[in-house]
């Protein structure tokens, strides 16, 4: 077995073990990034593309921004509509921030760059990737890769593999707790290459289901609707997608549609998560190894951002003072604002969805709470808040 050494071993080369390395190469804390997928691969997925304003200062303190702030696009609010019925979340009018409309995509092939052009080693297409010892001041982990099979030796491990990773799994069911809600439906995404149907990003609970209007640029448009968890991309030809999307939509909005051939179509499951504690030894878990949430709020990828903001502080702390009290609170100070941003996209989700076996009282329910967010000055600043990202508190 060949072996190698670092400070902290990374497990996943998404946006949380990327900017990770990142923030700690900037303070000389030396890290290697093992990824089981191809770099092609990683770089092709398309997810997220809403960032709240600390994730751009994060990337900006990361000194990765420079392209975010060439060709992504400020927003400064998007729109909440109910059968029709409009109000918009005037984001920096409530909080003095923007969000930033930035593809996650993107932001993944510009960390990967600059963390191949400072030579930071990121092992991609690994198999059998394998936390060891992660109790002992020693951690390892393994994996194999050609036919060889290697061992790093390093003082921390983070496990930013996402929810179907392993790390997370080195954590004993005994010491680890874990809560969920899976939700019955699934959101049908694609992406067309025609100017969005609107300005700003449009929420829209509809009585034939939720439908989302999003983008990644003035020319590129990403489309939501909610769908069943039974069906598949093949039963949704583009024309049925148009169709469904502007009756959600409703006539007024629908009438700017531009459609085409999309070039990009999947679905993906709603649920939420947490796994508890976020840390276990010398392992530390970060982003969606550790928790979920509903894609609603657009919290996801700034939730792994957050988490390894606070992560690098944590070990620069250790690293650099001998201090360890942030590593040892680790958990807890992600905890505390991860179960708010669990709240937040809890009640987006309950809000804007229509579920199989609602009653007529829980429909009711969701045109209050939108009427009320219409009505209410506190509530739109409630939804505002949280939307453009609660503080670090740390
Ligand atoms: P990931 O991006 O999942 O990265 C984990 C990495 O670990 C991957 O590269 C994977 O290959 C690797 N890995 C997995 N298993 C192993 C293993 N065994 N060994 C080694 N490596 C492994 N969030 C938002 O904030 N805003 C949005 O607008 C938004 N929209 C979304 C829309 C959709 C359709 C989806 C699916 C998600 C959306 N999200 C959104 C969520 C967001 O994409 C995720 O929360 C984000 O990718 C989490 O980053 P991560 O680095 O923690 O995990
Ligand atoms: C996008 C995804 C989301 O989940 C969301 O809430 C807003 C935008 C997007 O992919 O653009």
């Given amino acids: 077995m060949k072996s190698k050494k670092t400070q902290v071993c990374i497990i996943g080369s998404g946006p949380a073990g990327l900017l990770l390395s990142q923030l700690l190469h900037n303070e000389g804390i030396s890290s290697i990034i093992i990824d089981r997928q191809s770099r092609e691969r990683i770089e092709a997925r398309v997810r997220a593309g809403v960032l709240e304003w600390g ?35 005037d984001i920096k009018g409530h909080t003095g921030k923007d969000v930033m409309i930035y593809g996650q995509t993107e932001l993944t092939i510009d960390l990967i760059a600059k963390r191949l052009e400072q030579g930071c080693e990121i092992i991609f297409s690994a198999d059998d ?14 994996y194999s890769r050609g036919g060889e099979s290697y061992e ?36 049908l995404g694609l992406l067309v290459e025609k100017p969005p149907v609107s300005e700003e990003l449009i929420y829209a609970n509809h009585e034939r289901g939720f439908a989302l209007s999003s983008m990644r640029s003035e020319t590129r448009s990403r489309y939501y609707i909610q769908c069943s968890l039974n069906d598949k991309v093949e039963d949704w030809s583009d024309q049925r997608f148009w169709d469904e999307f502007s009756l959600r939509m409703g006539p007024e909005i629908a009438s700017n549609l531009k459609t085409g051939a999309s070039f990009e179509k999947s679905i993906a499951p709603l649920r ?5 504690p976020m840390r276990y030894g010398n392992l530390y878990l970060a982003g969606d190894a550790a928790h979920i949430v509903p894609p609603t709020g657009a919290k996801g ?18 690293y650099k003072k001998n201090n360890n009290d942030y590593l040892e609170r680790y958990s807890e100070i992600c905890l505390k604002r991860v179960w708010k941003v669990e709240r937040f996209s809890w009640f987006m989700s309950m809000m804007l969805h229509q579920f199989p076996d609602m009653s007529a009282f829980e429909k009711r329910m969701q045109r209050a709470e939108f009427d009320h967010i219409v009505g209410s ?18």
């Fill in 55 to 89: 994730s751009v200062e994060a990337l900006d303190e990361a000194g990765i921004g420079a392209r975010m702030h060439k060709e992504g696009i400020p927003h400064a609010g998007f729109d909440l509509a109910f059968n029709g019925d409009k109000h918009r979340i």
């Fill in 301 to 318: 990828l700034n939730l792994a951002i957050a988490d390894v903001r606070i992560l690098s502080r944590a070990l620069v702390e250790h």
């Fill in 129 to 142: 990737v394998q936390p060891i010892d992660v109790k002992s001041s020693s951690p390892k982990v393994r």
């Fill in 377 to 394: 000055e506190t509530a739109s600043r409630s939804v505002a808040e949280n939307y453009v990202g609660l503080p670090l508190e740390m």
């Fill in 152 to 187: 790093i030796e390093c003082d921390h491990i983070a496990g930013c593999d996402g929810f179907h990773g392993v790390a997370r799994s080195a954590i004993p069911d005994a010491v680890m707790k874990t809560f969920e809600r899976v939700y019955p439906f699934g959101w």
């Fill in 272 to 276: 939420s998560f947490v796994a508890e």
